[in-house]
C-alpha cells in the first residue's frame, strides 16, 4: 500500500468516526439519508475521483477503493459513486457544465430517481432502432413515441432518454440522448405485471412531452455513444453483486443453500452436496473475479474480467434457484402462505430472468465479450449503413 | 509467508516465460515427451540456474524462501507451456514436505541439494486405489534394530523416474510416517500414462531400508497435499488460458462460409463462456495461494474450490478447444491435445473434483 492510499485511509476513517455511527448505522449528528448525503458530497467522498470542482477528490482508483471499503466497512452509504451512479456518470462525461450543475448533485444526494427510457417493443436488444422521436422546436426538443420494460418510471423524476433525432442517416448516428422529467402532462406511465407478481416496470407513453435543449446529453445525434457508457455502468453494477449482501432485497441472499438443505433434511445427501457446491462456487468465483479486477483497475490496469459479471451472475442466479428447488423437492409445487419458503425460491427462480434479460440479455452480453474482450468479429447487421427511413424498423 | 515483493515477483515470473518462450516451446514438449526420461536436463539447469527450484527452500538452507503465491504464478507459466519434468514433484511438493517436517537433519542433508537442483526428489502418497488420503497410503513401515524396513507399494508417483530420493509415506504400528528412501534400493515400474509429458511410476518395496523423517504426520499429509493442490491448481489456470488463447486465435483466422468462423454466435458464445472459466480460475488459484502464505480462516473453503473450479475449468477449456478447432484438432501434430491430455492426467492427481466439492461444503458448512 502507497503512503497516499494510507493518508487518504485515514482521513477516511477519521471523517467517519466523526459523522457516522457505525453501531445504529445513522449518522451522528441525525438528520434524514439526504442530508446525510449532501455531507458525503461536501466531503467529496461521493466521486473522489473526479475533479474538486465537480464534487470530486482528484484521487486516483485506488484511493477510490480504499475510501468506500472504510465506507462499507461501517454500513455508511453513499462513497464511491464515480462507478456506480449511471446519470451522474453519463452526465459528467457528455453534459455541458449547465447541465451537470443543475442534475448532478441532485443524483449524487439521491433526491431525484431515475428510469431508462431505452427499450421500445420494436427496439429491445436492438437498441438502435427506437423509433421515438424527439424534434427540435427552438429551445425545446418535443418527444413523441412508446417506451417498454420501464424499471422504476412510476417513482422516477427523471428519464434517461434515447429518441431519434435524425431518420435519414444509418441507424446508430441519428439518435440522441435526454434527461427528461417524468413529471409531465405528455407522459403517461402503466404498469405492466411481472411475471414474478411484481409491478417495478412499465409501459411509458410519450405524447408531445417536451424536454429542454440544455437536457440533451452530448451533442445531437452522439446518443449511441452516451449511451453505451450507461450500459456500461449498469452493467457493471449488476455484475458486481455476487458475494455481497444485496440492500434493500429481503428476497435475496439472506438464507443460504446449506440451511435449505438442512431444513429440507438433504444436507448429508451426496448428490445435493455436489449441486450446492457448484453453485456456491460460482459466487465465490465471481466474487474472487471481481476482487482481482478491482485491484488491477486500482493499479490502473484496465480490467476486461469486470464485463465478465453480468454474464457470470445470471448463471449463479439461475443455478441457485435450480439448486434450491431440487433441494425443496414436492414441496416447491407450493407457493403463497402454504409454504414460504417455495414462495422465495419461485420467485428467485423467476427474478433470475431479470438479471439475464434485463440490461441486455446473455446473449448480447456474450457478443459483447467475444467482440471487445476477445476482439472476434462483429456481428453482421443487415441494416447498419442503411438510412434509417428505409430499415426494416420502419418499413417492416 | 514470503519475503518477495511483488516487483521481484513479477520480473521473475516474466524471466521464467522467456525460458520457456526460449527452451519449452511445442517443439521441445514433443522432443522431451519422446525421451525415455521425459526431462530435458537442459531446462532442468537453466531453471535451477535462475533460482526456480530454489523457490520453495527456506534461505536458511539455502533457498529463495518463496510463499505460494510465487509458486502458483510460476506453475501458470509452467503450465501454460505444459512444461515436463520434476518441477512440480522435487523442487515444490518434495521440497515442501521436508520444510514441514520437524526433522533437522533431514533439511539439511536434502534441502540445498533440492534447492540447487542437484538432487531430484518426489513424494508417493497413494497405493493402488489412487484416493490421496490417509486411507489410500498402503505401503507399510516396521522398525527393525534401529531403522525402519518398508513393505508394500506407492503408485502414481509423479516423476520417479528421475529421483534420487522417494520420500514415502507408509502406515506404521503408531500411526503415519514419512521415510526417505534411496531410489536404487527399490524397483520403480514405469506406468504408461496417457498424457506422455506427465511421469507416473509405482514403487515396490520388498524389505526396503528407510530413514525416518522426524515430525511428519497425518496434518503433515494433508498440508503437502494443500501446497501440492494449490501448484498444481496454478498450472491448471495457466494452461487453461494458454489454450484458450491458442483457440482465440484460431477463430479469428480460420475462415469458412466467407468469414472467420469467430464471427458465428455458436462459437463467439462458447468462447464468451470459456473466458469465464478461465478468469475464474486464474482467480481461484491465486486466492487459494494467498490464503495460504496467510493461514486465513477461509483456507479450506478457497484450496479446495481452487482444486476443483481449476480442474473442471483447464477439462472444459481443452476439451472444448478441440472442437472448435474442429478436425486440425483431432490430429497428432496439433497441439490442442497436449493441452487435453495434461487436463485429465491433472483432474485425476492429488484427488478429484467430486472430493474437492464435497470438502468445499463441508468448509463452507463449518463457517455457516
Ligand atoms: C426485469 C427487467 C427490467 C428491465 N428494465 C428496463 C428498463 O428499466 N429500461 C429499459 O429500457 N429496458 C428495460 N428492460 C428491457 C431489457 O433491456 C430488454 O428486455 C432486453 O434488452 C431484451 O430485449 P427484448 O426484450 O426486446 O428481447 P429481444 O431483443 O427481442 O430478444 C429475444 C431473444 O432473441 C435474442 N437475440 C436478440 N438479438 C440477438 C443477437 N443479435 N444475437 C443473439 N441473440 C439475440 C435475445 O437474447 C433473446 O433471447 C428490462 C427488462 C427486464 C426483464
Redesign the interface.
Given at each position: 500500500m502507497n503512503s497516499d492510499a494510507m493518508t487518504i485511509g485515514d482521513e477516511v476513517r477519521a471523517w467517519l468516526a466523526d459523522h457516522w455511527d457505525a453501531e445504529s448505522r445513522r449518522a451522528k449528528a441525525g438528520g434524514s439519508l439526504a442530508q446525510w448525503m449532501d455531507r458525503v458530497v461536501e466531503a467529496g467522498w461521493a466521486v473522489p475521483s473526479w475533479p474538486t470542482q465537480w464534487w470530486g477528490r482528484g484521487l486516483d482508483k485506488k484511493s477510490v477503493s480504499t475510501i468506500v471499503n472504510e465506507f462499507r466497512k461501517v454500513g455508511a452509504p453513499g462513497a464511491g459513486q464515480d462507478r456506480t451512479n449511471i446519470t451522474a456518470n453519463s452526465v459528467m462525461q457528455f453534459g455541458s457544465d449547465t447541465l451537470k450543475r443543475k442534475i448532478i448533485p441532485e443524483f449524487l444526494t439521491g433526491r431525484a430517481h431515475q428510469c431508462l427510457l431505452y427499450s421500445e417493443p420494436g427496439a429491445g436488444s436492438d437498441l438502435a432502432a427506437v423509433r421515438t422521436r424527439a424534434d427540435l422546436q427552438g429551445d425545446h426538443y418535443v418527444v413523441t413515441g412508446q417506451k417498454v420494460w420501464t424499471s422504476g418510471a412510476q417513482n422516477a423524476d427523471y428519464g434517461l432518454l434515447i429518441a431519434r433525432t435524425d431518420w435519414d442517416v444509418p441507424k446508430h448516428e441519428g439518435l440522441s440522448f435526454f434527461i427528461i422529467e417524468m413529471r409531465q402532462p405528455g407522459i403517461e406511465i402503466r404498469p405492466i405485471n411481472q411475471i414474478t407478481g411484481d409491478s417495478h416496470f412499465n409501459e411509458v407513453f410519450l405524447d408531445g412531452a417536451t424536454v429542454p435543449a440544455e437536457n440533451r446529453v452530448g451533442d445531437e445525434g452522439q446518443g449511441w455513444k452516451v449511451m453505451q457508457t450507461a450500459l456500461a455502468v449498469e452493467r457493471l453494477v449488476m455484475g458486481d453483486g455476487a458475494g455481497e449482501r444485496r440492500q434493500g432485497s429481503s428476497k435475496n441472499n439472506v438464507v443460504?443453500l446449506?440451511?435449505i438443505a438442512r431444513e429440507a433434511g438433504k444436507?448429508d445427501d451426496?448428490v445435493a452436496?455436489?449441486d450446492?457446491?457448484?453453485a456456491?462456487?460460482y459466487r465465490?468465483?465471481?466474487a474472487?473475479?471481481m476482487?482481482?479486477a478491482k485491484q488491477d483497475m486500482a493499479q490502473g490496469t484496465a480490467s476486461p474480467?469486470m464485463s465478465?459479471g453480468k454474464?457470470?451472475m445470471s448463471?449463479i442466479l439461475h443455478e441457485d434457484a435450480r439448486v434450491m428447488t431440487k433441494l425443496l423437492g414436492a414441496a416447491s409445487m407450493l407457493d403463497g402462505a402454504e409454504h414460504e419458503r417455495a414462495a422465495d425460491i419461485n420467485y428467485r427462480t423467476a427474478n433470475a430472468y431479470m438479471t439475464s434479460i434485463g440490461g441486455g440479455t446473455d446473449?448480447i452480453?456474450?457478443?459483447i465479450?467475444?467482440?471487445r474482450?476477445?476482439?472476434?468479429?462483429?456481428?453482421?447487421e443487415a441494416d447498419r449503413n442503411l438510412p434509417f427511413r428505409e430499415s426494416r424498423a420502419v418499413t417492416g | 509467508m514470503t519475503m518477495i515483493s511483488p516487483e521481484e515477483r513479477a520480473a521473475m515470473r516474466e524471466g521464467f516465460g522467456r525460458l520457456l518462450a526460449e527452451k519449452c516451446a511445442e517443439a521441445d514438449i514433443r522432443r522431451v515427451m519422446a525421451t525415455q526420461s521425459g526431462n530435458d536436463p537442459a531446462l532442468w539447469t537453466a531453471m535451477a540456474d535462475m533460482g526456480i527450484t530454489a523457490l520453495m527452500v527456506s534461505d536458511d538452507h539455502g533457498g529463495i524462501g518463496a510463499g505460494m503465491v510465487e509458486i502458483e504464478e510460476i506453475m501458470e507459466e509452467a503450465g501454460a507451456a505444459l512444461l515436463a519434468g520434476p518441477l512440480l514433484s522435487s523442487a515444490f511438493v518434495a521440497a515442501s514436505l521436508i520444510g514441514l517436517s520437524h526433522d533437522a537433519d533431514a533439511k539439511a542433508r536434502l534441502l540445498p541439494a533440492i534447492a540447487s537442483g542437484e538432487k531430484i526428489a518426489t513424494v508417493a502418497f497413494t497405493g493402488d486405489s489412487g484416493s490421496w488420503d490417509v486411507a489410500g497410503v498402503t505401503a507399510t513401515a516396521q522398525p527393525q534394530d534401529n531403522q525402519w524396513i518398508l513393505n508394500g507399494a506407492a503408485s502414481f508417483v509423479l516423476s520417479a523416474n528421475l529421483a534420487n530420493v522417494l520420500l514415502v509415506f507408509a502406515q506404521t504400528p503408531g500411526g503415519l510416517g514419512c521415510f526417505e528412501v534411496d531410489s536404487a534400493h527399490v524397483q520403480i515400474e514405469p506406468l504408461q500414462s496417457w498424457d506422455p509429458s506427465l511421469r507416473l511410476s509405482k514403487i515396490m518395496f520388498d524389505q526396503t531400508q528407510a530413514v525416518h523423517i522426524a515430525g511428519v504426520d497425518h496434518a503433515t499429509f494433508e498440508q503437502t497435499l494443500d501446497v501440492a493442490r494449490v501448484a498444481l491448481a496454478g498450472e491448471q489456470a495457466g494452461a487453461c488460458r494458454r489454450i484458450f488463447d491458442i483457440t482465440?486465435d484460431y477463430?479469428?483466422t480460420r475462415v469458412q462460409f466467407g468469414?472467420?468462423i469467430?464471427?458465428f454466435?455458436a462459437i463467439?458464445?462458447i468462447?464468451?463462456?470459456l473466458?469465464?472459466e478461465v478468469?475464474?480460475a486464474?482467480?481461484?488459484a491465486?486466492?487459494a495461494a494467498r490464503a495460504l502464505d496467510t493461514d486465513a480462516p477461509d483456507k479450506d473453503?478457497l484450496i479446495n474450490?481452487a482444486a476443483?473450479?481449476c480442474a473442471d475449468a483447464f477439462s472444459q477449456v481443452a476439451a472444448t478447444a478441440i472442437q472448435m478447432h474442429g478436425g486440425i484438432a483431432f490430429t497428432w501434430e496439433h497441439p490442442a491435445h497436449l493441452y487435453l491430455r495434461r487436463a485429465r492426467a491433472d483432474a485425476q492427481l492429488f484427488g478429484q473434483s467430486?472430493t474437492y466439492?464435497?470438502r468445499?461444503?463441508a468448509a463452507?458448512?463449518k463457517a455457516?
Open positions: 443460504s446449506i440451511d444436507i451426496p452436496r455436489q450446492i457446491a457448484q456456491m462456487a465465490q468465483l465471481n474472487l473475479n476482487l482481482r474480467i465478465l454474464l457470470a448463471r446473449q452480453q456474450r457478443n465479450i467475444g467482440e474482450v476477445l476482439g472476434l468479429p462483429r456481428e453482421t | 482465440v477463430l479469428k468469414r472467420p469467430g464471427g454466435q463467439k458464445h468462447a464468451a463462456d473466458l469465464i478468469e475464474s486464474t482467480s481461484a491465486r486466492a473453503v474450490l476443483f473450479a467430486d466439492r464435497e468445499f461444503v463452507m458448512e455457516a
